[in-house]
């Protein structure tokens, strides 16, 4: 009996320090090789100057320097884009004084909207590609994240809540990422395509048409995140309740059935946990940074790119023709889109890791 | 300064001429007109000629390819001269005549820009 007794708490103390050093040590290397080489190259940075506690501090210092130093750079290089269509856009102005008819007007205005459309070809290309890009590191990323995490989250005595929350997050993301690969950023290029168009046309109809795909893309991102969120906030509570309850009736079982050291191992199992949940919380909080860092650059360039069609929409408004300004400000509304798909991602993970980190156990 | 006031000068003459002359031969004013426009234009040249050098220098500053760049200029080009065609005509009481003139106009600016609606369609293409 004594034997048996040293035995158990031996393997107790032994997965403990195990967990606690393994918390302590940081995550799985497979979770840095699972970021992209920028990314993993930021978050090895951001890891090494700073204490376990004050990771995420450190990150979103890092992030906030990032963008301090690099967001003018950006905007220099979107300049020439800008300055060439704002030069078309005058140069169809000034013939429009110059021949007020509405017949020279339309050819000046088809020939500028042809002109700009190949102006903004470069553009709409790196954001397509820069979108994709983004997605598909952020879907190995997650395939990577979400069973350590969820592994990490059983581990600390959450069991009904790894299983539910993390096969729903597997679940929505999987679906939203080939939603968006299949049929939204299809949807993206018809929409831009409309606006061509539409400026080719401008007494035509169409404009609705460009409208209404917009708000589809939006309505279809809005309407996921709102359902996952939903999910997790209902089952989260119910899965946290049962985890609970599940983890007191098997202290109480154990140290009811195991006679003499019953209580022991039931209270020792407490410091297990808590090295497990400082395990999960590590995780957690790596997979938050490294969801922002694979986000970062993609997104301050398409943030970049979509500010500045905008304000070239706005100065071309000053000087140019109606068909053209929108036809600007759609390019700018296509960038916003591709923004919100990515953006949609890597909230949808935000949302799942952030609550899976912030889940207080009973 | 000075071009764009004898420019100014000759077609407030050739307006008074044509007004005048118009009483004992109608057919004058229009030919009245289709030389102060001719001789106008001829003196356009220059100052267009270096608006267009500077033009073509702020292009290729900000990197637009000629191929681009060239049809838009074209186009400006016929629309501006389908335009003086047109009112010549309508000046002379064709309307008819006119209205073919714009026409040849458009189909002009549409031939010059077919390269730009090409290469456009060939984006769209891929794209989707």
């Excluded at chain 1, 990150?59 to 990032?66: A, C, H, P, V």
């Excluded at chain 1, 709102?226 to 209902?234: D, I, K, P």
Aim: hydrophobic share 55%.
């Amino acid at each position: 009996m004594k034997g048996l007794c040293g035995a158990v708490c031996a393997v107790l103390l032994v997965i403990s320090a195990v967990v606690t050093a393994w918390g302590e040590e940081g995550v799985p290397a497979e979770l840095f090789e699972a970021l992209t080489p920028e990314a993993e190259a930021q978050m090895e940075q951001i890891t090494s100057d700073a204490a376990p506690q004050n990771i995420l501090l450190n990150g979103l210092s890092y992030i906030r320097q990032y963008l301090l130093e690099n967001v003018f750079s950006a905007f220099r290089g979107q300049l020439a884009a800008a300055v060439m269509i704002l030069a078309v856009v005058i140069l169809c102005g000034i013939s429009a004084q110059l021949c007020p008819g509405e017949q020279s007007a339309g050819t000046v205005t088809l020939a500028g909207a042809l002109a700009i459309t190949l102006l903004a070809v470069g553009g709409v290309r790196s954001m397509l590609g820069t979108g994709r890009e983004t997605i598909d590191a952020l879907d190995v990323f997650s395939k990577a994240l979400l069973p350590t995490l969820a592994a990490a989250t059983a581990s600390s005595g959450g069991l009904i809540s790894a299983g539910v929350q993390q096969v729903a997050t597997v679940m929505f993301a999987d679906f939203l990422m080939t939603l968006i690969r299949q049929v939204l950023m299809p949807v993206v290029c018809v929409y831009i395509a409309v606006a061509v168009a539409e400026a080719l046309l401008p007494q035509h109809p169409i404009k609705r048409l460009r409208g209404g795909i917009g708000k589809a893309v939006t309505w279809a991102l809005t309407v996921m995140l709102v359902l996952f969120t939903g999910y997790l906030t209902v089952s989260g509570s119910v899965a946290a309740s049962s985890d609970a309850l599940t983890l007191r009736l098997t202290r109480t079982a154990i140290g009811t059935a195991v006679p003499v050291v019953g209580g022991i191992i039931s209270e020792a199992t407490e410091s297990v946990l808590a090295g497990a949940g400082l395990l999960k919380n590590s995780i957690g909080v790596f997979g938050m940074l490294g969801v922002l860092l694979i986000c970062l650059t993609p997104f301050m360039h398409l943030a970049v790119q979509y500010l500045t069609f905008k304000l070239t929409a706005f100065f071309a408004s000053l000087a140019g023709s109606e068909p053209l300004v929108e036809l600007i400000d759609a390019l700018g509304t296509a960038f916003a889109l591709v923004l919100g798909m990515a953006g949609s991602c890597a909230v949808l993970l935000l949302i799942s890791v952030s609550s899976t980190v912030s889940a207080v156990r009973l | 300064m000075e071009t764009i006031i004898r420019i100014g000068a000759v077609c407030v003459l050739g307006a008074v001429m044509a007004l005048y002359l118009a009483r004992y031969l109608p057919e004058s004013g229009m030919l009245i007109a289709l030389t102060v426009c001719a001789v106008a234009g001829a003196a356009l040249l220059t100052p267009l000629g270096e608006i267009l050098t500077f033009v073509q220098t702020m292009a290729a500053w900000s990197g637009m390819e000629e191929s681009v760049f060239h049809p838009l200029l074209k186009t400006v080009g016929i629309a501006v001269l389908s335009r003086l065609g047109a009112e010549l005509c309508r000046d002379a009481g064709q309307n008819a005549l006119a209205a073919l003139a714009e026409l040849g106009g458009a189909v002009g600016a549409l031939l010059v820009s077919l390269p730009l609606l090409q290469a456009v369609w060939e984006l769209l293409e891929g794209l989707v």
